[in-house]
């Protein structure tokens, strides 16, 4: 009878370690967000819709502002909001263009530069733009100049798996080429 139970154990013992085996399968990686717009996207305070949806996690549910009007120092405004506003009070990405020259933008270069007064150095100094960015608790902010202009994009949330901090120069690039900035 014994020769039975010793089966079973057996049985039973291999079926567990099958369960248990490792994957060596890797995550995928998250989607990149391009730094131009698909010729034909829907654009959102000039990036593709789906690229900002991809990096907020989130679906487009309004846009206030936008990026042709401007105030009287030459800056323009669109702030983002969700469809579902109980993950975000508040718009989920503001973005803001601006001549360099304007008093917002100097303080934004010494900023970026490292040398502004009380201001914390940024997370990151990009090494393929004119900018940096800073990361926040679950959002962050991107700072990046083209020509003249300075293109400014502040995240309040961000996809599962995605790093704002990759996500908001690829974005700040799309702006830049929608509204046609040059340098």
């Known amino acids: 009878m014994r020769a039975p139970l010793w089966g079973l154990a057996a049985l039973l013992l291999s079926a567990s370690l099958a369960g248990c085996t490792s994957s060596t399968e890797e995550e995928p990686m998250p989607t990149q967000i391009p730094s131009q717009p698909a010729a034909e996207a829907d ?8 690229d900002v949806e991809t990096a907020m996690g989130l679906e487009v549910g309004r846009v206030e502002g936008d990026l042709e009007t401007t105030d009287a120092d030459g800056k323009r405004t669109c702030d983002i909001w969700p469809t579902d506003t109980s993950l975000v009070d508040g718009a989920m990405l503001f973005v803001s263009v601006q001549p360099a020259s304007s008093t ?10 490292g040398t502004a007064t009380g201001v914390t150095d940024p997370t990151v100094r ?3 733009l004119d900018g940096a960015a800073w990361s926040g608790s679950v959002g962050a902010s991107s700072v990046v100049f083209v020509g003249d ?7 309040t949330w961000k996809g599962d798996g995605r790093d704002p901090l990759k996500d908001l120069p690829a974005l700040s690039s ?3 080429a929608s509204q046609e900035l040059e340098g």
């Open 104 to 113: 917002e933008g100097v303080k934004l270069r010494a900023e970026v530069d």
């Open 126 to 128: 990009y090494q393929d």
């Open 174 to 176: 799309q702006v830049a």
């Open 149 to 155: 202009q300075v293109v400014s994009l502040t995240s």
């Open 43 to 50: 654009l959102v305070c000039g990036m593709d819709r789906s």
